[in-house]
């Protein structure tokens, strides 16, 4: 076993602190990679506290993941000693399930091992992410970062990237397409960056006018305010597509009322309680209201290739693992712009 040092929560609400987990010795087709960056979701605060219950202790959070290969299985072949690899929000599922078969390990039938706050596929061996500095995974689970990309930037795109990126591929996101953006957050800032890539005209809707700026430095077209009640009569109709990044309770319905007749609204944010949906609102002009979550190795890896060829990364601040609990209150503060990335080699200082 590979002694491990890591920030982990010892229990549902404690500080993240320092502890030495153990990691399996890697197998014929395992990788393992020396962790320069991990990326802070705000669901690993979430996950830290229990807010949405189930949670394994201790915890080490973290799921977007970029590394360093520093020893490969006899069996595997994409990678070799050096190579730049990442991990996402799942580390293993079934392999032959129809999901997994087609290429959407995310959905297996049997219950992917997610990279935390989950076990093994034996279903015992917690899993520990990647606030740690090193991780072993299966090679076919392990994503290859092209060439030229940032790699701190790289990291949140594990999650960050993948959750918007696929809803817009999943809904045919293209140039003349009128798309708004709800909420300019982690997720928020690469869906616009995203839509905007792809040729859409981009109008992010927010509680307020403080990121206006920051929109249109994305890549934003407009910028409305939604606590003006008034904006939503204005935009009636007009979107042929809404990703709704944002995890507080909303009113879905006004939203529901500015999408285009065939237009969807794609929910990636999750709000701690449920949602109402005036049935009304969808079924005037063949409205439809979907969800996404995360997506396949495939389309993870296809999301890194796009961002490369086309030089997207987020926006983020690198911190050291010892800042990860003020990062965390700043993060409930939304006091990020907009994603933290503890640095690797803080762990091994």
Same mark, same amino acid.
């Given at each position: 076993?590979?002694?491990?040092?890591?920030?982990?929560?010892?229990?549902?609400?404690?500080?993240?602190?320092?502890?030495?987990?153990?990691?399996?010795?890697?197998?014929?087709?395992?990788?393992?990679?020396?962790?320069?960056?991990?990326?802070?979701?705000?669901?690993?605060?979430?996950?830290?506290?229990?807010?949405?219950?189930?949670?394994?202790?201790?915890?080490?959070?973290?799921?977007?993941?970029? *590394?360093?290969? =520093?020893?490969?299985?006899?069996?595997?072949?994409?990678? $070799?000693? !050096? #190579?730049?690899? &990442? @991990?996402?929000?799942?580390?293993?599922?079934?392999?032959?399930?129809?999901?997994?078969?087609?290429?959407?390990?995310?959905?297996?039938?049997?219950?992917?091992?997610?990279?935390?706050?989950?076990?093994?596929?034996?279903?015992?061996?917690?899993?520990?992410?990647?606030?740690?500095?090193?991780?072993?995974?299966?090679?076919?689970?392990?994503?290859?970062?092209?060439?030229?990309?940032?790699?701190?930037?790289?990291?949140?795109?594990?999650?960050? *990237?993948?959750? =918007?990126?696929?809803?817009?591929?999943?809904?045919?996101? $293209?140039? !003349? #397409?009128?798309? &708004? @953006?709800?909420?300019?957050?982690?997720?928020?800032?690469?869906?616009?960056?995203?839509?905007?890539?792809?040729?859409?005209?981009?109008?992010?809707?927010?509680?307020?006018?403080?990121?206006?700026?920051?929109?249109?430095?994305?890549?934003?077209?407009?910028?409305?305010?939604?606590?003006?009640?008034?904006?939503?009569?204005?935009?009636?109709?007009?979107?042929?597509?809404?990703?709704?990044?944002?995890?507080?309770?909303?009113?879905?319905?006004?939203?529901?009322? =500015?999408?285009?007749?065939?237009?969807?609204?794609?929910?990636?944010?999750?709000?701690?309680? &449920?949602?109402?949906?005036?049935?009304?609102?969808?079924?005037?002009?063949?409205?439809?209201?979907?969800?996404?979550?995360?997506?396949?190795?495939?389309?993870?890896?296809?999301?890194?290739?796009?961002?490369?060829?086309?030089?997207?990364?987020?926006?983020?601040?690198?911190?050291?693992?010892?800042?990860?609990?003020?990062?965390?209150?700043?993060?409930?503060?939304?006091?990020?712009?907009?994603?933290?990335?503890?640095?690797?080699?803080?762990?091994?200082?």
């Amino acid at each position: 076993m590979l002694k491990t040092p890591a920030y982990a929560a010892a229990r549902a609400g404690a500080k993240l602190a320092p502890t030495i987990i153990e990691r399996r010795d890697p197998g014929p087709k395992d990788v393992l990679l020396e962790i320069l960056y991990s990326g802070i979701c705000h669901s690993d605060l979430h996950q830290a506290r229990d807010e949405w219950g189930g949670a394994i202790f201790p915890m080490v959070p973290g799921h977007e993941i970029v *590394g360093r290969v =520093t020893q490969v299985g006899k069996d595997v072949t994409k990678f $070799k000693v !050096g #190579d730049i690899g &990442a @991990v996402g929000c799942f580390v293993d599922s079934c392999g032959t399930c129809a999901s997994c078969k087609e290429h959407l390990e995310n959905f297996c039938e049997a219950g992917c091992a997610y990279t935390y706050n989950s076990t093994e596929m034996d279903r015992k061996t917690p899993t520990y992410g990647g606030y740690s500095s090193q991780i072993v995974v299966r090679e076919h689970y392990t994503l290859k970062v092209p060439a030229g990309l940032d790699l701190a930037a790289t990291a949140p795109l594990l999650c960050a *990237g993948i959750t =918007t990126y696929s809803p817009l591929r999943q809904f045919n996101c $293209k140039k !003349g #397409d009128r798309v &708004a @953006v709800v909420g300019l957050g982690g997720l928020g800032h690469m869906a616009v960056k995203f839509a905007a890539s792809m040729g859409a005209e981009v109008t992010v809707l927010s509680t307020s006018r403080a990121k206006e700026a920051d929109a249109k430095r994305l890549g934003a077209h407009a910028f409305e305010v939604t606590s003006d009640k008034g904006v939503f009569p204005k935009l009636a109709n007009r979107f042929h597509l809404i990703v709704d990044t944002v995890s507080a309770p909303h009113d879905l319905n006004d939203y529901f009322e =500015t999408l285009h007749h065939y237009g969807t609204l794609a929910l990636v944010g999750l709000p701690p309680e &449920a949602l109402r949906v005036e049935p009304f609102a969808l079924v005037s002009g063949n409205r439809r209201f979907a969800g996404s979550n995360i997506g396949g190795i495939k389309e993870t890896q296809e999301m890194l290739d796009y961002c490369a060829a086309h030089g997207i990364v987020s926006d983020i601040e690198t911190i050291d693992v010892h800042q990860v609990n003020e990062a965390y209150e700043r993060l409930l503060k939304n006091d990020v712009r907009y994603r933290f990335v503890i640095d690797g080699t803080s762990l091994r200082a």
